[in-house]
């Protein structure tokens, strides 16, 4: 439960339920505290671990999920975050008459490697045994349950506070003079962990050529990775090859992602693979040119405020795509980020209520029961 896009996603809801009905108990797969612990637990939420889940672990896995779910019998809804792994424990839960199964397609992975063969081997077998189906987008939810379950699934939004994240020219002030940011710099944005998907190599080329057209600038990288950081620390050194030592900031987790989005003049996201990131949504809420990936879904923009260059396309040509849209972009309107991201019906107010009627409805008419 660090600071990633579906754990934030899941604490947005929570936040926002009615905690005398529904809450959320967390099972996760690391060892250590995370950063939303302490948040969890003061919101009436149990964390259980289990060990990870990497390959070498499966077998061991499916004993504790097992193990779990029989010591556990007062859970009735199980909603797994977990992709194609939701498996494991959606199989366990079904075989002890869990009645009420959601799994989450949250990701649309894309490419071959060792991981795509244990990737279709679950994700084939899963939709048997669930009883929803949830999805961030099409995308997504046609990669996790297949084409032919589309009329199954559910989508949930990846809702946001949008209030949190409304451009306020004194926050954007503030943010910028507490980081000694020199008045007249361009602050190109990106918010995402340090994993392979989010293509920090490729975005560390595009901001080269970005500062050469327009050396008055600066990359905020906001967010961490694994525990031995070894992309990045690779990103790190790749940073100080290029010269460019000065104008990164590698700003870590942080908490006040929404104002750091504030100080931003424009948010780029040359992901290979994506779902609905949480963080698009963030980014067109604070009102900031966004450029994407052609590998992200473009259902992402919610405001019309997102361009599309495609990952074939050389870092020159993103950096000039990304200075003219800046460029282009009315700055006095950022205020309006917020307001089309509600009307989009991406905030979290309404979502979150939708969803805890779902599963009050849900677990209600698995019981043969009303609520």
């Known amino acids: 439960m660090d600071r990633g896009g579906a754990e934030t996603m899941m604490m947005n809801y929570m936040r926002h339920m009615d905690r005398s009905k529904v809450t959320y108990d967390f099972l996760v797969n690391r060892d250590y505290r995370a950063a939303y612990e302490d948040e969890i637990e003061a919101m009436g939420g149990h964390i259980y671990r289990m060990c990870p889940m990497y390959p070498q672990y499966f077998g061991r896995y499916k004993r504790q ?206 992901s290979l693979f994506e779902g609905l990131p949480v963080t698009m949504i963030e980014a067109q809420a604070a009102g900031l040119p966004c450029t994407i990936s052609d590998r992200v879904p473009v259902q992402c923009d919610v405001t019309g405020g997102v361009q599309v260059v495609s990952l074939d396309a050389a870092p020159a040509e993103w950096a000039r795509r990304i200075l003219a849209q800046a460029d282009a972009a009315d700055a006095s309107d950022r205020t309006r980020g917020a307001e089309l991201v509600t009307k989009a019906g991406f905030d979290i107010v309404a979502n979150a209520q939708w969803l805890q009627g779902f599963y009050l409805e849900a677990l209600a008419k698995a019981d043969g029961s009303r609520v």
Not at 196 to 224: C, M, T, Y
């Open 65 to 270: 999920i097992r193990a779990f779910l029989r010591e556990h019998r007062e859970y009735r809804i199980i909603h797994s975050n977990l992709e194609e792994r939701s498996y494991f424990g959606l199989r366990e839960a079904a075989g002890l008459g869990v009645p009420v199964r959601i799994a989450h397609a949250h990701n649309r992975p894309v490419g071959f490697d060792v991981k795509s063969v244990f990737r279709e081997y679950f994700r084939l077998r899963l939709p048997k045994y669930v009883t929803h189906m949830f999805a961030c987008g099409e995308e997504a939810g046609d990669w996790l349950f297949g084409e032919r379950n589309r009329a199954r699934v559910i989508q949930q939004r990846n809702a946001i506070d949008t209030a949190q994240y409304r451009f306020d020219p004194a926050v954007a002030a503030e943010v910028r003079n507490g980081l000694g940011v020199a008045d007249g710099t361009f602050v190109l944005g990106h918010v995402g962990r340090f994993f392979p998907q989010k293509n920090h190599e490729f975005l560390i080329d595009i901001f080269a050529e970005v500062h050469r057209l327009r050396p008055d600038s600066e990359l905020w990288l906001v967010g961490g990775g694994e525990l031995d950081d070894e992309l990045k620390n690779r990103i790190r050194a790749k940073v100080d090859g290029l010269g460019l030592h000065d104008a990164v900031r590698f700003l870590g987790v942080r908490e006040d992602v929404n104002r750091l989005m504030q100080g931003m003049d424009a948010f780029v996201l040359p």
